[in-house]
């Protein structure tokens, strides 16, 4: 994620408080023993993004999605406070974006995010061109060899839904590994146009 992205300072807000509770956790049950990964789990995006859709069309009737970042669940206990962070755009406010938040209990937050200067129009990211849910996109990542290879020094922290990048809109899910000091994370992505894995140099 770059510096041009709109909705980085309220994403990374939020991010950062679940930073703080992971690397506890990271800490404390995935590292030092270095045992295997257990059964990692997302939400489905599937599932909720009418929701979210619907609660994006009270702001504007033709908001689209343009990002989303979902935390990982993990069999040992370790809970977020929010399940997807999500970000909306609209082309007929290109002064003004939405970020949706959907908390643990399923509560729908909102906040509108003003921007410094309009905003080009960004490729939406509907069902139709991120093809897999988010748990299927999670277990292809996971299943990469190179993936496993790093799970053995790294933990399985979230999971994106972003554009590659500002020029190269295609869409991705990607999968953000970390060793709980959050120093040196290492980032893998799924091209859902043709299912293959590679890491995404940052």
């Known amino acids: 994620m770059?510096?041009?992205?709109?909705?980085?300072?309220?994403?990374?807000?939020?991010?950062?408080?679940?930073?703080?509770?992971?690397?506890?956790?990271?800490?404390?049950n995935?590292?030092?023993?270095?045992?295997?990964?257990?059964?990692?789990?997302?939400?489905?995006?599937?599932?909720?993004?009418?929701?979210?859709?619907?609660?994006?069309?009270?702001w504007q009737d033709d908001a689209y999605l343009?990002?989303?970042f979902m935390p990982l669940l993990h069999d040992e206990g370790f809970k977020p406070d929010w399940l997807i962070y999500a970000d909306f755009m609209s082309d007929s406010r290109n002064d003004e974006g939405l970020a949706i938040t959907l908390t643990l209990n399923e509560r729908i937050k909102t906040e509108k995010v003003e921007f410094n200067k309009p905003q080009a129009p960004k490729r939406p990211l509907t069902k139709q061109v991120w093809i897999y849910d988010s748990q299927k996109a999670l277990n292809m990542i996971l299943?990469?060899?190179?993936?496993?290879?790093?799970?053995?020094?790294?933990?399985?922290?979230?999971?994106?839904?972003?554009?590659?990048?500002?020029?190269?809109?295609?869409?991705?899910?990607?999968?953000?590994?970390?060793?709980?000091?959050?120093n040196g994370s290492i980032y893998y992505f799924l091209d859902p146009a043709d299912g293959t894995v590679q890491e995404l140099i940052r």
């Open 2 to 28: 770059n510096n041009s992205n709109i909705f980085a300072y309220k994403k990374y807000l939020s991010i950062g408080c679940l930073l703080i509770c992971s690397t506890i956790f990271f800490a404390c």
């Open 30 to 58: 995935l590292f030092p023993s270095r045992r295997p990964q257990k059964k990692i789990d997302v939400v489905s995006m599937e599932y909720y993004l009418p929701r979210l859709m619907d609660r994006a069309k009270q």
């Open 66 to 68: 343009v990002s989303v």
């Open 143 to 182: 299943d990469d060899e190179n993936v496993q290879k790093d799970l053995r020094r790294k933990g399985a922290f979230s999971l994106t839904l972003d554009h590659y990048s500002n020029i190269d809109q295609r869409p991705i899910w990607s999968l953000t590994l970390d060793d709980g000091n959050f």
